[in-house]
């Protein structure tokens, strides 16, 4: 018998919102083996960014019991897309760098992963993966609210595409499973309404001199991180998006009309 949540949405329901996207997979075998994966844990969405094969001998025989989720998985030519109706998205890294510095351990981001997909009127959660060689770009990671790594030996950090997705589906499970039910407490905006305020942000810093034009995502960056930690909702992203256009205004010639209001004791608002 499945476990309800707290809300009364069903395990199957829950763990079927959550998300599995592979960007440009180069193993068709590791597409199979993903599948696999998924099918243990009870997950069926899968998303492919930039290519990979389910067609193959490889990924059939990987999958085993589990060619239908090989079936039903959807293509999108840009992660944007693949994850633009998401809530919460996660990415995982094993490398260390600048903006891989907040980084969670599986275990607690599942529990979040499986809080934003459970109740019924939720978006679906995304979990991001990146190609074998070397994992998700700085470009992916703006796409990412927050970061997952898998603790692993020094001599041999990095993980095989198959095993990392296993690895954090088994906490994601254990999390829906056996955890603590728990809700979000807010309705996350979607990931699309998210990057259209950043592309909006990008545009006003840019023209008030804030952004470096050279490299503008290095600050957006961290913008995301702290925003992501915050978990944004639709109304906050309105204001955002509000503020911004407002500085944008005043910068091409609104400060005038600020300016006059202002000698005539008008409001501006």
């Known amino acids: 018998m499945e ?14 919102k959550i998300r599995v996207v592979l960007v440009r997979p180069k ?18 969405d899968l998303a492919l960014v930039g290519g990979g094969r389910t067609d193959s001998f490889s990924a059939r025989a990987m999958a085993a019991h589990s060619r ?3 079936d039903g998985a959807r293509r999108f030519d840009t992660l944007r897309e693949a994850v633009a109706d998401c809530g919460l998205v996660v990415g995982t890294t094993c490398r260390k760098g600048l903006y891989r ?18 109740s019924e009127n939720a978006r679906p959660a995304a979990l991001i993966f990146g190609p074998e060689d070397h994992g998700l770009s700085n470009a992916d990671l703006k796409h990412c609210q927050r970061l997952v790594t898998i603790p692993s030996h020094p001599e041999q950090p990095s993980l095989n595409l198959a095993q990392a997705v296993m690895v954090c589906l088994y906490e994601v499970y254990l999390a829906a499973v056996l955890g603590p039910p728990r809700e979000e407490r807010i309705e996350r905006a979607s990931a699309e309404s998210v990057e259209a305020l950043f592309d ?18 290095h600050i957006l960056l961290a913008l995301r991180r702290v925003l992501g930690r915050a978990g ?8 955002l998006s509000g503020l911004f256009r407002q500085v944008e205004w005043y910068t091409q010639g609104g400060w005038e009309v600020a300016e006059e209001k202002r000698r005539q004791g008008i409001k501006l608002r």
């Open 3 to 16: 476990r309800p949540g707290s809300s009364g949405f069903a395990l199957t329901e829950t763990l079927e």
């Open 27 to 44: 193993g068709s075998g590791n597409i199979g083996s993903v599948a696999r994966a998924m099918k243990n844990t009870g997950l069926r």
């Open 68 to 70: 239908d989720i090989l």
């Open 101 to 118: 510095d907040h980084v969670e351990r599986p275990r607690e981001a599942a529990q979040d992963l499986v809080a934003a997909a459970r």
């Open 200 to 217: 909006r942000m990008r545009e006003t810093l840019l023209k008030v001199g804030f952004l470096d034009p050279q490299n503008p995502e």
């Open 232 to 239: 944004l909702e639709e109304r906050d992203v309105k204001i």
